[in-house]
């Protein structure tokens, strides 16, 4: 993302140069985070349009955190059809959530360092996540390599165009040094996709059994508990979700910062 950037919908609009510039940001401001006093004047003057089309209560919230933090005035609905603003995608249907791809990179880059050369499985309902798109797009960006795995009813067709490669079974897991877990999207299925949650965890829950030790596990949430992860998982050592929730504000604050910074007068609309 240039300073002339207007816009981010999604991860195409970032080079790893761009990425990397905003986790750096992020960082510096994770550290607010443990202030007594966590704002910062950076967008006093600005306003952040919150625009909210499907329910979304932690993206909406942390974003409008993220915006108050920077000094920003919040509005909770956009009045206005057309706008000027820059136009932050905050997680739209089916196609990208590129923020979220941001915070999940930063939660493993805090962890690990760096991506490069780590072998990334994402499991789950592919087909209707919007995550899914944005962190093969970012994953493969810093220098992984992904593959998704899942029922193939869940599986795009043209999901490896992406770079990325496909399994229909988790029997070579143990291959992946991060498992992040998608839930299945039943909002989303106009059909049966699977026979039952059941059959689904299965085959496909995300378990001890199926973990060896030193891999990672993550989950953009809401986690469906005994589906497709273990109660046991989600709350063992080897699991990173609480990192990614805390990681939202600060990754969404670095965006508003990177979007603003050097374009005079603009508002900035986070739409989803």
């Not at 202030?35 to 993206?59: D, H, Q």
């Not at 930063?106 to 899914?132: K, M, P, Q, Y």
């Amino acid at each position: 993302m240039s300073s002339t950037a207007r816009h981010l919908i999604s991860i195409d609009d970032l080079d790893r140069v761009g990425i990397e510039r905003i986790l750096d940001r992020a960082d510096s401001f994770a550290e607010v985070a443990g202030r007594e006093i966590k704002k910062v004047p950076a967008l006093r003057g600005r306003t952040i349009v919150n625009l909210f089309y499907e329910a979304s209560t932690r993206t909406s919230s942390s974003f409008e955190l993220a915006a108050k933090r920077l000094s920003a005035d919040v509005v909770s609905i956009l009045v206005a059809g057309w706008t000027e603003a820059a136009v932050i995608n905050a997680g739209d249907g089916k196609h990208e959530h590129p923020t979220q791809a941001l915070l999940d990179v930063f939660t493993l880059r805090r962890r690990l360092g760096s991506l490069e050369g780590l072998n990334i499985w994402i499991v789950g309902d592919v087909t209707h996540s919007r995550v899914a798109r944005s962190n093969i797009l970012a994953f493969q960006r810093m220098g992984a390599d992904v593959t998704v795995a899942g029922p193939p009813t869940l599986l795009p067709r043209e999901i490896e165009t992406l770079g990325c490669a496909a399994e229909p079974t988790l029997d070579r897991l143990s291959e992946a040094d991060v498992v992040y877990v998608l839930r299945m999207q039943h909002e989303r299925m106009t059909e049966s996709f699977v026979p039952s949650l059941r059959e689904y965890a299965a085959r496909y829950q995300v378990n001890d059994r199926r973990l060896r030790p030193g891999q990672l596990v993550m989950h953009p949430g809401p986690v469906n508990r005994g589906v497709e992860l273990s109660s046991a998982t989600i709350d063992s050592p080897q699991a990173l979700i609480g990192d990614q929730v805390k990681a939202g504000v600060a990754v969404r604050m670095a965006v508003l910062y990177e979007l603003l910074v050097g374009a005079p007068n603009l508002a900035a609309a986070a739409v989803a």
